[in-house]
């Protein structure tokens, strides 16, 4: 099994034994952005906090590239609104760690990220619902090692400051 799904299975149980009874909820969600691709992740929530995990990839493939993976740790607070669907609070703010990595014929990238947004859930029924976020993601580290020939010229400019948003449909399981 490779590590990053170890890592993966790893922090689905860290998660799992830090929580309460009270108020406690599982949701699982799919989303698309420009940041995450296309994302499937598990979320964790007790009270107007939620823990989540997400693993993540883009399926438009260069030529030339394998698809990146996406790994995402994040946390979320809802801090104000109010739904009649749901005891959570629609509006909410979102941090998390993103890790990208990304594998060309010539180059193997890792690039470590934190994101930051403000969104809003809106609740479908009890069950079901979509959140819409916006805000900024920052590179923090990058590391690129060569693994063949380099067939271009890199004059690709790296800012450190993105701006990040996403889509997501998530479903309450319990």
Do not use: C
Request: proline share 4%.
């Amino acid at each position: 099994m490779p590590k990053s799904y170890l890592l993966l299975l790893f922090l689905i149980s860290v998660s799992n034994l830090s929580f309460g009874q009270d108020q406690k909820r599982l949701n699982v969600s799919i989303g698309i952005g420009p940041n995450e691709s296309s994302d499937i992740g598990i979320r964790f929530q007790k009270n107007q906090m939620q823990y989540g995990i997400g693993f993540g990839t883009i399926f438009a493939q260069r030529r030339g590239t394998n698809r990146p993976e996406i790994f995402t740790g994040e946390f979320f607070y809802h801090f104000a609104g109010k739904a009649e669907l749901s005891t959570r609070r629609s509006w909410y703010l979102r941090s998390g760690l993103v890790l990208y990595k990304d594998e060309t014929s010539s180059l193997r990238t890792l690039t470590w990220l934190i994101n930051s947004r403000i969104g809003r859930e809106f609740n479908i029924s009890k069950r079901i619902g979509i959140s819409l976020d916006a805000g900024i993601i920052t590179r923090i580290k990058s590391r690129s090692k060569e693994i063949g020939p380099n067939p271009q010229y890199n004059d690709e400019i790296v800012f450190p400051i993105f701006p990040s948003a996403g889509l997501n449909l998530w479903y309450r399981i319990f």
